[in-house]
């Protein structure tokens, strides 16, 4: 099985950007779809946005769709997300997580996903 480590989180004003990073260990992160998720307080967790196995295809929530961009360094075993235009309903703990299954329409949810990592937290200052 895969362990997920997230960092790159913290605190930053509306408009500007991070970089979130999640590093794999214990198997290849190549044999995985890869996803990133997040979880405001009181709120359920939600998709993000997810990448194929070779990192050829994306998805992303529509309410983040041409402000982030999720991508991946399997020589590093390293998955990202730049986040830019950063908006305070953007803050929320974020996750990322691996799926054994190609990405496809059902990597939108988070019952599909094996292996999840601790969460970093993006908080998004007004």
């Known amino acids: 099985q895969v362990q997920l480590v997230e960092s790159g989180g913290g605190l930053v004003q509306a408009g500007g950007s991070l970089r979130l990073s999640c590093a794999a260990s214990?198997?290849?992160?190549?044999?995985?779809?890869m996803g990133w998720f997040r979880q405001a307080p009181g709120r359920e967790r939600e998709f993000v946005a997810a990448?194929?196995?070779?990192?050829?295809?994306?998805s992303y929530a529509d309410s983040v769709k041409g402000r982030f961009t999720i991508s991946r360094d399997n020589a590093k075993n390293t998955l990202y997300l730049q986040m830019n235009g950063l908006k305070p309903e953007d803050t929320a703990i974020y996750y990322c997580?691996?799926?054994?299954?190609?990405?496809?329409?059902?990597?939108?949810?988070?019952?599909?996903?094996?292996?999840w990592g601790q969460g970093t937290q993006v908080t998004v200052s007004s």
């Open positions: 990448i194929s196995r070779g990192g050829s295809r994306t």
């Open positions: 997580a691996a799926k054994t299954t190609p990405l496809n329409s059902d990597s939108r949810y988070r019952r599909f996903y094996n292996y």
């Open positions: 214990g198997h290849t992160m190549s044999s995985y779809a």
